[in-house]
């Protein structure tokens, strides 16, 4: 292997080490490196497809993209969905291989450090630079036998770890100081240095803690990086960043259900960077707002347990009042799916076997069961011939009497809306990052449409990313601690 190699781990769920290990890929790719971002394992119902009909997490894929290369299975080999009832579905390289429950994943996890490395390996023979993130926290030492996410794949390839503090949660100085404090003395050595991570005010203020922390763990302090607004115009990992809402004083209003198995929630990205559009996240507990101008059903890696939280909000009697003030209903994936008249589910794919009914705004039936739907779709809506480009990630077939919603240049069709053009559903993720099918919903609820460039600002803001941490942090400190792994280590 020519690669070398860095990881950063946190103190912490949600500290930004997808963010930073984006950042750093777009800084390196631009020194003229080829850099491959890695993650051993991840746990989100956000996830992404990739070319050759795999799945990986969506951050891992926004990585890829800062490193201008094509997404690959390889860059996140074990990847956890949450579900109900069953825990969560366990996906290896890209295909689903089982469920699996909390308990028993822990006793399975070391078996899967094989597939880990092998994975690492392909990318490490590709790369100048991988760039690994860790998963939740370093200090989970209650976790630490068999570990794959964190100090049990460093050590095991010998790849050098970055610890990351976030500042804005408060508790910086504890939260690392006490990282060195609970850890494996052997796991300690494994660390290089430390950055202090989303810092509001005068830098010069917290100049000592920095010393500080460097004096009790005996780790150089490798930058402070101020907090970085515009992280919000990036796609989140998981559930933990869901925002509440965007920019006050949209004047049309998206309400969007966030129930308790949300998948794919980037999905409504693009619509929160939409001049005059306001996206409200509703929670179990909140009502539907009354002036909402469109209420989105988003995917759910637990459809019918999150028709059943639907329900138990009353999000359907809201839903039925909405549309009776002449409002729209669009639902993605598993959100299309609770459209529909009933969801059976005779294997037991989500949980016992079933059959349960639908929310009946329009004519579809659904089957869960068969083969995962994994693919990259291109195709146009039928009635306004407007192209569209995105992808399908589900179990289960709908079959509608209603309109369909697409022609598919593959052939056939997809999703469907009602008679009165006000509900309509698909299982087509990535549309509203699509501009063409964007605009043709803004205009489909009576909004302004925008000459909004989505792509084009995912790409300005992973580059103003790169010169927030070129400013911030110690880039060639970073890359000069980057080492090339070694199989076979102690772990």
Same mark, same amino acid.
Request: net charge negative.
């Given at each position: 292997m020519q690669a070398r190699a860095l990881m950063i781990q946190g103190t912490g769920s949600d500290v930004g080490k997808s963010l930073l290990v984006a950042g750093l890929a777009r800084v390196f790719v631009r020194r003229g490196l080829r850099v491959l971002p890695f993650k051993p394992q991840n746990m989100s119902n956000n996830a992404a497809v990739t070319a050759d009909g795999g799945e990986i997490g969506r951050a891992q894929a926004l990585q890829a993209r800062a490193a201008r290369v094509d997404v690959s299975v390889h860059m996140n080999p074990v990847l956890l969905k949450p579900q109900s009832d069953i825990g969560a579905q366990l996906i290896v390289q890209g295909r689903v291989v089982g469920n699996t429950w909390a308990r028993e994943y822990q006793a399975i996890k070391a078996g899967l450090l094989g597939a880990v490395l092998d994975s690492f390996g392909r990318l490490a023979a590709e790369a100048d630079l991988v760039l690994v993130e860790g998963a939740g926290s370093a200090s989970e030492v209650n976790l630490r036998a068999d570990d794959i996410a964190n100090?049990?794949?460093?050590?095991?390839?010998?790849?050098p770890v970055v610890l990351v503090?976030?500042?804005?949660?408060?508790?910086?100085? @504890?939260? =690392?100081?006490?990282t060195k404090a609970v850890i494996d003395p052997a796991d300690a050595a494994m660390i290089v240095g430390f950055l202090v991570n989303r810092f509001r005010g005068d830098p010069s203020l917290f100049a000592g803690g920095m010393a500080l922390i460097a004096n009790r763990t005996g780790w150089p302090a490798l930058g402070l990086v101020p907090y970085f607004p515009d992280a919000i115009r990036l796609p989140a990992e998981d559930a933990l960043s869901l925002p509440g809402r965007s920019a006050p004083g949209g004047a049309v209003k998206v309400?969007?259900?966030?129930?308790?198995?949300?998948?794919?929630?980037d999905d409504v990205d693009p619509l929160r960077q939409e001049p005059g559009v306001d996206v409200v996240f509703v929670r179990p507990g909140e009502p539907i707002p009354g002036d909402a101008r469109l209420v989105i059903l988003p995917g759910s890696k637990a459809t019918i347990a999150d028709l059943a939280t639907l329900r138990e909000a009353g999000w359907e009697i809201d839903?039925? @009042?909405? =549309?009776?003030?002449?409002?729209?209903?669009?639902?993605?994936?598993?959100?299309?799916?609770?459209?529909?008249?009933?969801?059976?589910d005779p294997e037991g794919i989500e949980g016992p076997p079933g059959s349960v009914e639908g929310l009946c705004l329009i004519e579809a039936e659904t089957v869960m069961g068969g083969d995962k739907v994994l693919v990259e779709v291109?195709?146009?809506?039928?009635?306004?011939?407007?192209?569209?480009k995105g992808y399908e990630m589900h179990v289960g077939r709908t079959t509608t009497t209603t309109r369909p919603l697409f022609d598919l240049d593959r052939g056939g069709t997809d999703g469907a809306i009602d008679a009165s053009g006000r509900v309509a559903g698909c299982y087509i993720h990535g549309l509203l990052a699509d501009d063409r099918q964007r605009r043709h919903w803004l205009q489909w609820i009576g909004a302004n449409r925008s000459g909004l460039d989505y792509e084009a600002g995912i790409e300005d803001t992973l580059d103003r990313l790169a010169d927030h941490l070129e400013e911030h942090v110690d880039c060639a400190r970073l890359l000069e601690l980057a080492r090339r792994p070694r199989f076979g280590a102690t772990s």
């Amino acid at each position: 292997m020519q690669a070398r190699a860095l990881m950063i781990q946190g103190t912490g769920s949600d500290v930004g080490k997808s963010l930073l290990v984006a950042g750093l890929a777009r800084v390196f790719v631009r020194r003229g490196l080829r850099v491959l971002p890695f993650k051993p394992q991840n746990m989100s119902n956000n996830a992404a497809v990739t070319a050759d009909g795999g799945e990986i997490g969506r951050a891992q894929a926004l990585q890829a993209r800062a490193a201008r290369v094509d997404v690959s299975v390889h860059m996140n080999p074990v990847l956890l969905k949450p579900q109900s009832d069953i825990g969560a579905q366990l996906i290896v390289q890209g295909r689903v291989v089982g469920n699996t429950w909390a308990r028993e994943y822990q006793a399975i996890k070391a078996g899967l450090l094989g597939a880990v490395l092998d994975s690492f390996g392909r990318l490490a023979a590709e790369a100048d630079l991988v760039l690994v993130e860790g998963a939740g926290s370093a200090s989970e030492v209650n976790l630490r036998a068999d570990d794959i996410a964190n100090m049990g794949f460093a050590r095991a390839a010998d790849v050098p770890v970055v610890l990351v503090g976030d500042i804005d949660r408060g508790g910086v100085i @504890a939260s =690392l100081v006490g990282t060195k404090a609970v850890i494996d003395p052997a796991d300690a050595a494994m660390i290089v240095g430390f950055l202090v991570n989303r810092f509001r005010g005068d830098p010069s203020l917290f100049a000592g803690g920095m010393a500080l922390i460097a004096n009790r763990t005996g780790w150089p302090a490798l930058g402070l990086v101020p907090y970085f607004p515009d992280a919000i115009r990036l796609p989140a990992e998981d559930a933990l960043s869901l925002p509440g809402r965007s920019a006050p004083g949209g004047a049309v209003k998206v309400v969007v259900l966030a129930y308790p198995h949300l998948a794919n929630f980037d999905d409504v990205d693009p619509l929160r960077q939409e001049p005059g559009v306001d996206v409200v996240f509703v929670r179990p507990g909140e009502p539907i707002p009354g002036d909402a101008r469109l209420v989105i059903l988003p995917g759910s890696k637990a459809t019918i347990a999150d028709l059943a939280t639907l329900r138990e909000a009353g999000w359907e009697i809201d839903l039925k @009042a909405h =549309l009776r003030r002449g409002g729209h209903v669009l639902g993605l994936c598993g959100g299309y799916q609770m459209l529909g008249r009933r969801i059976s589910d005779p294997e037991g794919i989500e949980g016992p076997p079933g059959s349960v009914e639908g929310l009946c705004l329009i004519e579809a039936e659904t089957v869960m069961g068969g083969d995962k739907v994994l693919v990259e779709v291109t195709g146009k809506t039928v009635a306004e011939g407007v192209p569209f480009k995105g992808y399908e990630m589900h179990v289960g077939r709908t079959t509608t009497t209603t309109r369909p919603l697409f022609d598919l240049d593959r052939g056939g069709t997809d999703g469907a809306i009602d008679a009165s053009g006000r509900v309509a559903g698909c299982y087509i993720h990535g549309l509203l990052a699509d501009d063409r099918q964007r605009r043709h919903w803004l205009q489909w609820i009576g909004a302004n449409r925008s000459g909004l460039d989505y792509e084009a600002g995912i790409e300005d803001t992973l580059d103003r990313l790169a010169d927030h941490l070129e400013e911030h942090v110690d880039c060639a400190r970073l890359l000069e601690l980057a080492r090339r792994p070694r199989f076979g280590a102690t772990s």
